[in-house]
DNA sequence: CCTCCACAGGAAGCGCAGGAGT
DNA sequence: ACTCCTGCGCTTCCTGTGGAGG
């Protein structure tokens, strides 16, 4: 995810000395690794997916979700549950741990009562969701090859068979519903009719607080029988779930508190993201370690920042498809030419040179016009519609992401490299402009 | 005030891949 | 071998629109 450990190498570094040749190049690494001064005691409790003990500042949350949830120890249903609030807010924390605890219970007391977890985007489709619910009944279905209907009928009927209860928590719900529609909650909200015994309860999670108007009025109110809102954390409780973590992550003394103060604050600043704030803490102990420094310090939570940084935009470009990575490459020209904010029709006639000097079939305007849309949504591009009247309504596009980090992530592809020194036709019409 | 440009962006549908059932 | 299903990337076709210039 955001700035592991691969980024905050810095590979450049790692190729420097490969040619000094002598003895086993591993040896010093070996040393080094020994003997520097050790500040993780365990990193896994850094990591994002790490489940806490004990969660400061959200109590009120879990005992408010576990009494929603509570008539499932007594195997009667519960009522469904929306919880909405911001990214790195706790949501998926709190539900993950009251699941974790019943789920332990009904263990111990042998009831038959699962819990499962999914989440929406990552999944990705309604077939995939329905799926992991099907697994989580311990119903087998195929990846792929079945119909939604077939598939929905088969937990269906492993919900009857099995008898017991399975609560259901769509995290990231919102994603689902953005890209297909309300229609597969509308089917879960009903599938409880007719079943007698057991059945599936639903707790829903959503980081978009308007998500609730994309639904219909009959899934809304079915699914929040009962609702929970998160609000992001301010700086103070931050500095709280991070100390809890440092104190089990790192050995003492090796994360001063004004450390933890200053992730805290930029984390805070940044809409109260916990996520955030651990991962920042997590990469400056890293670099910190890397260093040989004996304690983490203020400047290697700033290095660690950028590095975070950096790390999410060579990931994100790095992966983009060809298409993408041609539109942003025009992009990248026409503004070594000159053209910082070039409207649609430059950057398409730039982006159709550039697919023939590398002999790909350009694609249509309709579709670059989605795959910039995709760019801004990335934070890569930033596209303002702007009317120019006798001249039409446009939009003004502009590289958001520093040229240099664009050019490092085309530079890095041998075919993208080559095109990067072209200078476009284009540019002679917009310069008669 | 009206026109008309140069697109934005929605809707629908196509072809293909990958896989299941028969 | 054949049919049927979904997801995905894409094209085609379409309607909508802010405002400079007439």
Same mark, same amino acid.
């Given at each position: ?58 109590? &009120? ?20 549950? !929306? ?15 009251? !699941? ?12 038959? @009562?699962? !819990? ?58 919102? $994603?689902?519903?953005? #890209?297909?529609?309300? #229609?597969?909650?509308? &089917? ?25 108007? =994309? ?14 809102? !998160? ?5 103070? %409780?931050?500095?709280?779930? =991070? ?18 103060? @200053? ?11 916990? *996520? ?7 990469? $400056? ?12 310090? %203020? ?16 990931? $994100?470009?790095?992966? @983009? ?25 430059? @950057?398409?006639? $730039?982006? *159709? &040179? ?43 596009? *502009? =590289? ?16 993208? &490299? ?16």
């Amino acid at each position: 995810m955001t700035g592991d450990s691969r980024l905050a190498d810095g590979s450049k570094g790692l190729l420097q000395g490969k040619d000094r040749g002598l003895g086993d190049p591993l040896a010093e690494v070996v040393e080094r690794a020994l003997s520097r001064p050790r500040i993780f005691r365990n990193r896994e409790v850094m990591r994002s997916d790490y489940v806490p003990g004990s969660l400061p500042h959200r109590w &009120e949350h879990i005992r408010r979700l576990g009494e929603i949830l509570s008539p499932a120890l007594r195997l009667s249903r519960p009522s469904n549950v !929306f919880i909405y609030g911001k990214t790195g807010t706790g949501k998926t924390a709190v539900v993950r741990h009251v !699941f974790k605890r019943f789920g332990e219970v009904a263990e111990r007391e042998g009831l038959p @009562l699962s !819990f499962a977890y999914v989440n929406c985007r990552i999944a990705g489709t309604e077939y995939r969701v329905l799926a992991e619910l099907c697994d989580a009944v311990g119903v087998k279905v195929p990846f792929t090859g079945l119909s939604k209907a077939e598939v929905f009928s088969r937990l269906r009927r492993g919900l009857r068979e099995q008898g017991g209860l399975l609560v259901a928590c769509l995290d990231e719900v919102d $994603a689902l519903v953005k #890209n297909y529609g309300d #229609n597969l909650l509308y &089917e879960l909200t009903r599938v409880n009719e007719g079943l007698e015994a057991g059945g599936l309860s639903l707790v829903g999670v959503s980081n978009d607080l308007h998500f609730k108007e =994309l639904l219909d009025p009959r899934v809304l109110s079915s699914l929040s029988e009962e609702e929970l809102v !998160f609000h992001p954390y301010t700086a103070i %409780e931050l500095i709280d779930i =991070l100390s809890e973590r440092a104190r089990e992550a790192f050995y003492e003394g090796t994360v001063p508190d004004e450390v933890i103060r @200053l992730c805290a604050a930029l984390a805070a600043a940044e809409h109260g993201d916990a *996520r955030r704030a651990i991962d920042l803490l997590r990469v $400056a102990a890293e670099v910190a370690e890397r260093r040989g420094d004996p304690r983490v310090e %203020e400047r290697h939570v700033r290095l660690a920042q950028s590095l975070i940084e950096r790390g999410r935009v060579f990931e $994100a470009l790095s992966t @983009l498809p060809l298409h993408s990575k041609l539109v942003l490459a025009s992009l990248l020209i026409l503004h070594r030419n000159g053209v910082q904010t070039p409207i649609t029709g430059v @950057l398409y006639q $730039a982006y *159709r &040179e550039v697919c023939g000097l590398i002999g790909v079939e350009p694609l249509t305007s309709r579709r670059v016009s989605g795959l910039v849309s995709e760019l801004s949504m990335l934070g890569v591009v930033e596209g303002e519609v702007v009317s120019m009247g006798r001249h039409g309504r446009t939009k003004k596009l *502009r =590289l958001l992401t520093p040229v240099e980090e664009v050019e490092e992530v085309l530079a890095g592809d041998e075919l993208l &490299e080559s095109i990067l020194e072209h200078r476009p036709s284009v540019l002679r019409e917009v310069g008669k402009r």
